[in-house]
């Protein structure tokens, strides 16, 4: 009986001490809370933003996840967040913009373009066309803006300009006209050149210009298109690099770009609940998550009193 009444007097002794550590191990817990949260990814899980006491304050970041960002809101005229939006970078296929918008001033939709052997053989991202396979201009316009395609921008370049040389002077000289002072351009399609460079802020005002473009402002949102060769039967299915169409409400383009000097970049315009935002990226590992807190940020922040 001694014996059983020591064993069932410690029950109580016992069970205080787990649960006396279980408290501290909660209190441990709580205290490593805000470490084990800095520690967690911010591109990866945003930090909540309250932009409606702080209309400025920045994204949670510590370091800028772009070399260049510039992100505006186009109703009310205000830069909402930037970092190094005047910085001269290489812009990859974001050059299609200024492409396209002298294409749309010089060129006639319905002209007949034979894809020229240089033209086939343009490397990277491509349709692979055909030499002497005959497109209309208005499809060779959606390939390069939809899927980014060398090959047909190089195609419509020659059309439209005569030659690739003269058709760069014709970038260069809109450039000049809209008061770009950072771009210049020496070539059509995006490839990698010390001359060849924009920036955030430049490549911006660009993309207004080209919206103002009816056609542009239509083909730029399209997910998905089919174009087919006046000189054949073969269909090419266009699928929009630009994965932030389809899943984030109201985002209307613009224009993806990659090479291994610009690194990954992007523009995207985005309409949601009254708000018009404009994103520039350049030079992102992770453009997309990126941009998704970007847009997320500057959708609190416009409407955030100012």
């Known amino acids: 009986m001694t014996r059983d ?5 410690r029950v109580p002794v016992l069970a205080h001490a787990a649960m006396s550590l279980v408290g501290l191990l909660l209190i441990g817990v709580e205290a490593l809370a805000p470490s084990i949260a800095l520690a967690r990814s ?3 899980r945003p930090a909540p933003v309250r932009t409606a006491s ?5 994204p949670p970041w510590r370091v800028a996840p772009a070399h260049g960002i510039l992100l505006k809101d186009l109703n009310s005229g205000r830069v909402l967040y930037e970092h190094d939006a005047g910085k001269r970078m290489s812009p990859a296929s974001l050059t299609k913009i200024m492409s396209a918008l002298v294409i749309l001033e010089r060129g006639q939709l319905d002209d007949l373009v034979t894809i020229s052997p240089n033209a086939a053989r343009a490397h990277k991202t491509h349709l692979r066309v055909k030499a002497g396979q005959v ?4 499809d060779l316009l959606k390939a390069m803006l939809i899927v980014s395609a060398n090959d047909a921008c190089l195609a419509a370049v020659e059309h439209v300009g005569g030659d690739e040389a003269q058709f ?3 970038m260069n000289a809109k450039a000049e006209e809209l008061g770009l002072a950072d771009t210049h351009f020496s070539n059509g399609c995006g490839f990698d050149n010390p001359d060849h460079y924009s920036t955030a802020e430049d490549l911006a005002t660009l993309s207004l210009m080209a919206l ?9 949102r399209e997910e998905r298109t089919i174009i087919t060769p006046v000189s054949g039967h073969r269909a090419y ?3 929009n690099t630009n994965r932030l169409l389809g899943r984030i409400p109201g985002v209307e383009g613009i224009k993806t770009g990659f090479t291994s000097k610009a690194g990954r970049c992007l523009i995207a315009k985005v309409s949601q609940n ?9 030079n992102s590992r992770r453009r997309w998550n990126t941009a998704t807190n970007l847009i997320a940020y500057g959708l609190q922040a416009a409407e955030s009193p100012h």
């Open 5 to 9: 009444y020591k064993r069932f007097q």
């Open 42 to 44: 911010v591109e990866a």
């Open 54 to 58: 702080i209309p400025h304050q920045f």
């Open 135 to 138: 497109f209309r201009l208005e």
């Open 168 to 170: 760069v002077d014709f």
């Open 212 to 220: 103002d473009q009816p056609i542009f402002r239509q083909l730029v």
């Open 237 to 239: 299915v266009l699928h």
């Open 274 to 282: 009254g708000s018009d935002l404009l994103l520039v990226i350049l």
